[in-house]
């Protein structure tokens, strides 16, 4: 095939949910508030950490990352899901389409690394509790949330660079909502096995090993909370890890859903839902976790309303 005919696709054609019939503004409504919810959320999370001395703790500093990693996905999806809801699809330029993903992919990964690091900050506080304060200092948190977004987004954007220079000949309709790394590739009229490669090595650092990293770390509390003498002592410490345990099943069931589970377990509308739940929908529950499990939260809230 000659350099001609691979160079003819020029943008991406996303379906989005295809036809809704009638239900368009229904929908449009729905995402439109969770959208607003997920900001107002986490912008109200990222003041009061900023603002509220009862909020100094490195838990908290993690959390409030999260947040903007949290912002930065659905901002990412959104506003395009709206425009392709109203207008029932959405022709959008290759390197938009680029750059969606590897935002998309940037703050998944970082999403991944920060609910690790949360996971090994509880291990400290529940496992190790009298060296907690000496370890979590201000230097390693710094280093660690530096770490997860440098790290996410040179992996993604390594990843983008490679996808930039595949030849698309068409066809360019791509049956989902956002532009994902499989639908992209599947249109690309080059041999994209070497990518896919690199996908997998490259990945793995931000998806699979922080998973593993998580058990590991729970399987230690669980083991010291059971050991606990006292149901008091025993329902405190769990309760210090109970809203960060609470996102972590909801992102990764999510994602494993997707992309552990082979294509043919799922039909295309079952993906659709899937990926809105863990890139619109959970972002905009986070907050609210935190906040309703979080005594602390909810009283820096109260303080910064008296203040006003």
Same mark, same amino acid.
Request: charged letters at 10%; hydrophobic letters at 50%.
């Given at each position: 095939? $000659? ?10 054609? =996303? =379906? ?13 409504? =729905? ?22 001395? =009862? ?29 392709? &809801?109203?207008?029932?699809?959405? /022709? ?6 680029? *750059? ?5 992919? /940037?703050? *998944? ?18 496992? $190790? ?8 200092? *201000? ?15 040179? &992996? ?68 010291? &909370?059971? $050991? ?21 099943? &909801? ?34 529950? $986070? ?12 009283? /820096? ?8």
């Amino acid at each position: 095939m $000659n350099k001609k005919n691979q160079t003819v696709v020029t943008e991406f054609l =996303l =379906l989005g949910f295809g036809s809704l019939h009638g239900l368009q503004v229904l929908l449009f409504v =729905l995402c439109l508030l969770v959208y607003v919810m997920c900001m107002v959320g986490n912008i109200m999370i990222i003041v009061l950490v900023s603002t509220s001395h =009862l909020l100094e703790s490195p838990m908290y500093f993690f959390i409030c990352h999260l947040s903007l990693s949290d912002m930065l996905l659905t901002t990412d999806i959104v506003p395009n899901l709206l425009h392709i &809801i109203l207008e029932d699809g959405k /022709a959008m330029p290759f390197i938009d389409c680029i *750059t969606q993903f590897q935002l998309f992919g /940037a703050s *998944t990964g970082t999403e991944c690394l920060l609910l690790t690091a949360m996971s090994y900050d509880r291990y400290l506080a529940i496992c $190790n509790p009298l060296s907690y304060v000496s370890i979590m200092g *201000t230097k390693l948190r710094y280093h660690l949330v530096t770490g997860s977004w440098a790290l996410s987004f040179a &992996i993604t954007l390594t990843i983008a660079i490679l996808m930039s220079n595949l030849h698309f000949c068409g066809p360019n309709v791509i049956d989902h909502f956002f532009c994902d790394f499989v639908p992209i590739l599947q249109l690309s009229c080059s041999d994209t096995s070497f990518l896919q490669i690199v996908d997998l090595i490259l990945t793995a650092p931000v998806t699979i090993l922080p998973f593993t990293g998580i058990i590991v770390s729970y399987i230690c509390i669980f083991v010291v &909370i059971i $050991n606990i003498p006292s149901v008091t002592g025993r329902q405190k410490a769990f309760s210090t890890c109970s809203s960060h345990l609470t996102v972590v099943c &909801i992102f990764y069931l999510s994602l494993i859903a997707i992309y552990l589970v082979p294509a043919s377990g799922h039909s295309v509308i079952v993906l659709k839902v899937l990926s809105l739940m863990y890139s619109v929908i959970t972002p905009s529950l $986070n907050p609210l976790i935190y906040t309703l499990r979080n005594q602390e939260i909810k009283e /820096a809230f109260v303080k910064l309303v008296c203040l006003r």
